[in-house]
């Protein structure tokens, strides 16, 4: 007891206690019932509530547990939304597209790598080589020369000499490009170790001592299965919401008006002259092997020739397949089903366009002839569509 009769309270539980007896007494008193019983319910609150009636105290809730309860509590997106913004993963669902893909991841990373890595490439696809020519299989979507900064083959040309002649520091040899191919073509590339050999190979160009034989696979079968198309060709510009070049036919005939006959037309002085020799090794299902023999080297004369002179475009050819725009080529359905492809996906195929012979007559006591083995896309595509190799047709 103090001075003034009242007990210190020791303990604070009793303390309390005696607080809310109090609180109970004045819930009686009739002047205030309702302030009394909210007194009385606030205190019984904090009673129940308050950290230290807990024998344990809770651990805060750290930032990281908090920033996963939000996550949690967010809610998800929808799925058509969730699918338009994530990357498409999904593989080629036929071995057609899983082929195409791979070979365009292929020739995208050859563009691309340090010209060393290409040089020990072309070191490995060396067919033929002595001390004036070197033939190698060029591989798909390289350039021969420089283009758009892309890592093309005359770039490496000094590395693969090298290669050649063992690495040696003062070796002083070196190769140029004689006869170019294009950037989708594959097969036998010839190349010169002096610039006289270059001059000499041109020569003989041009007096008709080079053959040079592709084998092309064709959306449709010529006819006659044999023939020469001797047709100009010229650069044209193609009007409409995307303007571009292409070349184009530049026939020296046309039918009469009475549709009996042909009449000479007014030869284009721009015009080039342009002959291909064409045979049909083998045809199924609307589709054909054909093997072709340039005998003079315009720009696209080949597949000017096959797909506006005898309306059998190259497959994987986009760019002739349609003259007034650019876009995909058009494939039939039955052509479609065996390629295991829809037309949404035709744009990445390559260009069934292959350099399968070289001759060069005239260069030595014995000509030289080199062929270059069929690229694996080039096969698998035969064997799809039914298509049989003449090698392998004649042992049937």
Request: aromatic residues 4%.
């Amino acid at each position: 007891m103090n001075s003034c009769g009242r007990r210190v309270c020791t303990d604070w539980k009793t303390g309390l206690n005696a607080v809310l007896s109090r609180v109970r007494q004045r819930a009686n008193c009739r002047r205030c019932p309702e302030a009394a019983a909210s007194l009385s319910r606030s205190l019984t609150t904090k009673t129940e509530h308050s950290p230290a009636s807990d024998t344990r105290e809770k651990p805060r809730l750290k930032a990281i547990d908090l920033a996963r309860k939000v996550q949690q509590e967010r809610p998800k997106p929808r799925a058509a939304a969730a699918a338009a913004t994530e990357p498409e993963t999904e593989a080629p669902v036929s071995g057609q597209q899983k082929r195409v893909a791979e070979l365009k991841r292929f020739s995208q990373q050859l563009q691309h790598v340090h010209p060393n890595v290409l040089a020990k490439q072309l070191h490995r696809s060396v067919l033929y080589q002595d001390k004036d020519v070197v033939v190698i299989n060029k591989p798909y979507g390289v350039p021969v020369r420089d283009d758009c900064g892309a890592t093309s083959i005359s770039s490496v040309l000094p590395v693969l000499s090298k290669m050649l002649d063992g690495m040696k520091v003062n070796s002083g040899s070196q190769l140029l490009p004689c006869l170019g191919l294009e950037k989708e073509t594959t097969g036998a590339l010839l190349l010169a170790r002096r610039e006289e050999v270059v001059e000499h190979i041109l020569n003989l160009q041009r007096n008709n001592q080079v053959q040079r034989k592709y084998w092309v696979i064709t959306v449709g079968v010529p006819v006659p299965s044999v023939g020469v198309v001797d047709i100009p060709i010229i650069e044209k510009e193609v009007p409409g919401p995307r303007p571009h070049y292409k070349m184009a036919l530049s026939p020296l005939f046309r039918m009469n008006d009475a549709g009996d006959g042909l009449t000479k037309v007014r030869t284009n002085r721009q015009a080039h002259p342009a002959v291909t020799k064409y045979r049909v090794l083998d045809s199924s299902g609307g589709c054909s092997l054909v093997e072709l023999q340039p005998l003079t080297g315009v720009k696209h004369q080949m597949r000017v020739h096959m797909a506006l002179g005898l309306t059998c475009p190259i497959l994987g050819d986009h760019k002739y397949s349609n003259w007034s725009k650019l876009a995909p080529q058009k494939l039939p359905e039955r052509m479609l089903g065996k390629l295991g492809l829809e037309q949404s996906k035709v744009r990445h195929l390559p260009l069934h366009l292959f350099a399968r012979e070289l001759t060069l007559l005239g260069t030595s006591e014995v000509d030289l002839r080199v062929s270059s083995p069929l690229p694996k896309y080039f096969v698998q595509t035969l064997n799809r569509l039914q298509l049989t190799l003449p090698d392998k047709k004649d042992n049937k």
